[in-house]
């Protein structure tokens, strides 16, 4: 590292409707930072732990971003969606099909957008880590350690990859999994509290603003915690599905006022009440003993007979339960399915966590008691509550405190950096160091699963009782009878993966031709996917 000896790692949730991010000294205590105190000229809360994933443009150069993107303001939304190319949202669902026209209008890519408000978004945490360290630039090396969903594509992480790169972030940086990341703040926070034992596993759940990730551990060890994966993780996108709480809501006011009338309120009013609903009825309705919610619903004629008055909107408990009940399905379906595939192997599930935004809803933690309420499982949150505070006063719930779930990616993502130094930049052209890491620290999780099963194709002797007669053909060179395009595999799916104190995270396949595989949903159906290492 030169003169510079010590590193600060910086752990980025870039996600779907708001992004977080954390950073920490890699030495001494590795207390973690949390940036709360995001750019907000409405001030609607003291403390945040996160901040839009919005940027609007003007003559083609980013204006705002975050929360200073005005109500009246164009400006892209969601736009993470569109790494994932051709994606059979980018047409269909409003905020991705805005920002997708909305890019042909600035004339510039998915990926140009996302290195911008990246831009935007570290710039913004190198002036949060100089405050506390003004002259870090001559003690400390940056890392970043940026978070993706679990089920994209290695083509949209690429491109996540790329867009950071090209935001000026630097070169050493490693991406790994949002729900991976929310299960190693969680489950090391449920320890400090001394709720884990040894042999226990735990599903956490990472219920975000656009996706819902699933990942599950046996806890091995407890001082230091050592954890292992015993299922493959599950998700699904969650804002982007017609039934989701947010779209259900919107879809109820149009039915109530009417289609016309509803195409008659002004963008801004319409955003106002959807941000009322997000930040404050979304994470507080529990589906029992509410209070009476109401949100702002201006440009409409009052409608006393259904809770239309003076521009606001009452809303009975009824109808917010509609909001929330397939979404809360869905995410059932997904528990249950990791909980089975645990059990599969012979493990007994001790809690299911909950982590992200919607992982805040106290209706979907109810919904999720009650249905394992006679199996033993426990379902768990982690400490604190996010606080909304309405302008008018009509909804007020919680604490701030700096760990709370909504948060739980980007803090993961900086302790997954602290347990796994970069050791691979010494080595110029290597896909890592032999070196022993200068932190001789252990990962907290010692093994995860394999997704895929890994192999070469290659050709072989023919041998007529195990190869296709259509393989067959002649070596020129040898004159001997050939099978073509042969595989073997390597690596099968679900097999397990050690990772050692002093080995790489990752280290691809120095093969070119590696082909993954993975069996699909239904019938046994292989989908083959090539790529290329080295």
């Avoid at 940056?142 to 969903?149: C, G, N």
């Avoid at 979907?364 to 006063?393: D, N, Q, W």
Wanted: charged share 25%; glycine share 8%; with cysteine.
């Amino acid at each position: 590292m030169g003169s510079r000896g010590s590193e600060i790692v910086a752990g980025i949730d870039f996600g779907t409707t708001h992004s977080g991010v954390s950073w920490a000294i890699n030495g001494g205590s590795k207390n973690i930072r949390l940036i709360n105190n995001w750019p907000d000229p409405g001030a609607q809360n003291a403390s945040k732990e996160k901040v839009p994933s919005s940027i609007s443009y003007s003559n083609g150069q980013p204006q705002s971003w975050g929360y200073t993107v005005g109500l009246n303001e164009e400006s892209f939304r969601w736009i993470k969606i569109l790494l994932e190319e051709n994606h059979k949202y980018a047409t269909t669902v409003e905020p991705v099909k805005n920002s997708n026209t909305l890019l042909r209008k600035v004339e510039k890519t998915a990926q140009d957008v996302v290195a911008d408000y990246l831009k935007l978004l570290w710039t913004y945490t190198i002036e949060d880590i100089r405050k506390h360290h003004p002259d870090y630039e001559e003690i400390f090396v940056l890392r970043v350690i940026l978070t993706v969903p679990a089920i994209w594509s290695p083509a949209a992480k690429d491109r996540t990859l790329q867009a950071a790169k090209k935001a000026g972030m630097p070169e050493d940086i490693q991406l790994v999994t949002e729900p991976e990341a929310a299960a190693l703040a969680t489950l090391k926070e449920k320890a400090d509290e001394n709720l884990l034992k040894v042999g226990e596993a735990f599903v956490v759940v990472d219920a975000g603003g656009g996706t819902v990730d699933l990942i599950s551990y046996e806890v091995l060890g407890l001082t230091p915690l050592r954890l292992k994966e015993c299922a493959i993780g599950s998700g699904m996108l969650q804002q982007f599905v017609d039934d989701d709480a947010t779209f259900t809501f919107a879809k109820h006011i149009e039915t109530l006022v009417g289609a016309p009338q509803y195409r008659s309120i002004k963008e801004s009013n319409r955003k106002r009440m959807m941000k009322d609903f997000e930040f404050g009825i979304k994470r507080c309705f529990s589906g029992s003993n509410d209070p009476v919610f109401s949100v702002d619903l201006r440009g409409v004629e009052d409608d006393p007979k259904n809770g239309i008055v003076d521009d606001t909107i009452t809303l009975n408990p009824a109808t917010l339960a509609t909001c929330f009940d397939q979404v809360a399905q869905r995410i059932q379906k997904l528990v249950a399915d990791q909980i089975a595939d645990v059990e599969e192997r012979n493990l007994s599930v001790k809690a299911v966590l909950l982590v992200g935004g919607f992982g805040e809803s106290p209706y979907l933690y109810k919904r999720l008691k009650a249905c394992y309420k006679t199996s033993g499982i426990e379902i768990m949150g982690v400490r604190g509550a996010f606080v909304f505070t309405h302008p008018m006063k009509k909804i007020t719930q919680g604490t701030v405190t700096d760990k709370t779930r909504w948060s739980s990616v980007c803090r993961g993502a900086t302790l997954w950096g602290l347990e796994h130094p970069n050791s691979d930049a010494s080595v110029a052209g290597s896909h890592f160091s032999h070196e022993p890491s200068i932190h001789n620290q252990a990962p907290t999780i010692t093994s995860r699963l394999s997704r895929y099963s890994y192999g070469m194709v290659h050709n072989k002797p023919y041998d007529p009782s195990k190869h296709l007669s259509h393989e067959m053909y002649r070596d020129a060179k040898t004159g001997r009878d050939m099978a073509r395009d042969q595989m073997t595999w390597l690596l099968e799916r679900v097999s397990t993966l050690s990772f050692l104190p002093t080995a790489p995270s990752f280290s691809p396949l120095p093969i070119l031709g590696t082909v993954a595989k993975t069996m699909g949903e239904g019938p046994r159906m292989q989908q083959m996917l090539t790529t290329k290492a080295g």
